[in-house]
Structures are given as structure tokens and as C-alpha cells.
């Protein structure tokens, strides 16, 4: 389990002030307030339809903010384009993994490199660096839709490391793996975590996983945040019992 770091003196290194996302009639993000330091390993949750996926497109440049501001490392970037936001330090996993079927591993985890390495050599030198990373490299020749769920998975966080983030974005890549893939995904995000120095938000529904990958921990219901604190304070607040817990624990493969 990561330590529990004071956050006193260290780096905001993203931070969202008043953050608000409506779909015409439907609030889906409301006022979210938030800082994220550098080196931390922040836990995103709530039910689903909570806004934990809007948010993340909203900080990734991929949906507009309909409100408030989003800062990294003190400058303004809510509205900018999502490569623009990639290009300056901040990739993402997606919840539905959208893998390119047709095109190889490696060919797939170069869509993201290519951000950083427009030359094809550079670009496939760095795929095959972090597929090696993730444990897929024996699988870079192999076409996108012959993965196995928990290969896509990797494939996801190999083609978000590739564009060389300050933060990464997981959105439930845990998520639909079995107890032991799970122990063994847990590894490799704590190794990525630790090997290239990252700042990490994580949106999960194991809470296993969350717990112990976690040093703080938001909560989203119905947009805004009922809760932000350590894994401990928010796993016995009342609120995020009643809204959350209480309703979505235990999980098939949660116990
Ligand atoms: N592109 C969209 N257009 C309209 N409504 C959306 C869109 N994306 C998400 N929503 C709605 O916003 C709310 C929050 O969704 P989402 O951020 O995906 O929740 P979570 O990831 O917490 O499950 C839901 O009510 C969802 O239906
Ligand atoms: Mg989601």
C-alpha cells in the first residue's frame, strides 16, 4: 500500500475550480472543486452516472466545460483541444476500450506515440518500450481485436503511456477482471506508477483496488462531490455509505 503523504507544500499540479458539465436539462458534473498534488495517486468514485467519466473528458480537452475552471499547473486548460491537453501532459484511459480491431498492438499503442515521436521508427521504438512495460510486448504483432479483455486493458494504459504523461487518467481499467487478473493489474499500475514518476486519478468501482492503490479519495453523486479524503474517512462517511457503499459493495469480484 502506497504511504499516506501529507499534502502540506507540495504541487498542485491540477486542480478544478467550479467545474460544471450539463447535457441540456441533465447536470452531469455540478460545481466540482478539486486538487490533485503532484505524485499522488487520487481515487475517483460514485455510482454510475455520478460524473466520473464526464469529468475526465472535461479535464482530457474531449467535452467542453459548461462552467469553472480546470488548471494545470496553473494555467487554464478547460476548453482546449484534447491533443493540445495530451501534447502538454495529461492522458487517458478509456472506459470502453476502443481499440483500432484491424490494426496490430504495437500499431495501436503508436496512435498515442505519435504524439511525442512523429517519426515512425521513434513512434514504434516507444510502443514496443511500453507494451515491454505493461507485459504485452510478446503480443505487439498481434491484431487489436484477437485481445483478451484483460490484454486490452493493457493495451489501453500502453497506448496512454506512450504519449509520455505528467498525469494519467484510468477509468475503470480493473473494472470486468477477475480476482486474480486483478491482483496482478494492481501490480503493474503501483510498477507504472513508481517507474514513471506519475501523478495518477483512478475511476474504479473495486474497492479493493481503490482502497489500496489509493492515498485520497473523491466522491461524486448525482455530479457533485459528497466527499474528498483519506481512503479510511471516506469509506466510514455516512453519506458515501447511504449514496454509494452501501448500495454498490459487494461486487462479484470484491470479496
Ligand atoms: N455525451 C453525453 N451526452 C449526454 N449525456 C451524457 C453524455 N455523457 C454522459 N452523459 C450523462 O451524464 C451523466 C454522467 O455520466 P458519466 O460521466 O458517464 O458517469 P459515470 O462515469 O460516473 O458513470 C449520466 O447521466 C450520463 O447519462
Ligand atoms: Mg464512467
Not at 94 to 102: A, E, T
Not at 155 to 175: K, Q
Request: aromatic share 6%; charged share 25%.
Amino acid at each position: 500500500m502506497p504511504e499516506n503523504k501529507t499534502n502540506e507544500n507540495r504541487e498542485v499540479i491540477l486542480e478544478g475550480k467550479g467545474v460544471t458539465k450539463r447535457f441540456g436539462g441533465l447536470v452531469a458534473v455540478n460545481d466540482v472543486t478539486f486538487q490533485l498534488y503532484r505524485g499522488e495517486i487520487l481515487g475517483l468514485i460514485g455510482p454510475n452516472g455520478a460524473g466520473k467519466t464526464t469529468l475526465f473528458s472535461m479535464i482530457a480537452g474531449a467535452f467542453h466545460v459548461s462552467a469553472g475552471q480546470i488548471l494545470f499547473k496553473g494555467k487554464e486548460i478547460q476548453n482546449l483541444r484534447a491533443d493540445k491537453i495530451c501534447s502538454l501532459g495529461i492522458g487517458r484511459t478509456y472506459q470502453i476500450c476502443q481499440p483500432f480491431g484491424s490494426m496490430t498492438v504495437r500499431n495501436n499503442v503508436m496512435v498515442g506515440a505519435f504524439i511525442r515521436y512523429p517519426k515512425i521508427r521513434d513512434a514504434e521504438k516507444k510502443a514496443d518500450d511500453v507494451l515491454e512495460k505493461v507485459g504485452l510486448y510478446q503480443r505487439a504483432d498481434a491484431m487489436g481485436s484477437e485481445l483478451t479483455l484483460p490484454e486490452l486493458k493493457r493495451m489501453e494504459v500502453a497506448r496512454a503511456l506512450a504519449t509520455e504523461p505528467e498525469i494519467l487518467l484510468l477509468d475503470e481499467v480493473i473494472a470486468g477482471l477477475n480476482p486474480t487478473e486483478v491482483d496482478t493489474f494492481l501490480r503493474l499500475i503501483m510498477d507504472i506508477y513508481r517507474n514513471e514518476k506519475l501523478t495518477i486519478i483512478i475511476i474504479e468501482h473495486v474497492m479493493r483496488a481503490i482502497m489500496s492503490l489509493s492515498h485520497r479519495i473523491v466522491v461524486l453523486n448525482h455530479g457533485a462531490k459528497i466527499a474528498d479524503g483519506l481512503p479510511a474517512a471516506v469509506a466510514s462517511d455516512r453519506q458515501v455509505i447511504d449514496s454509494y457503499l452501501g448500495k454498490e459493495v459487494p461486487h462479484a469480484d470484491d470479496k
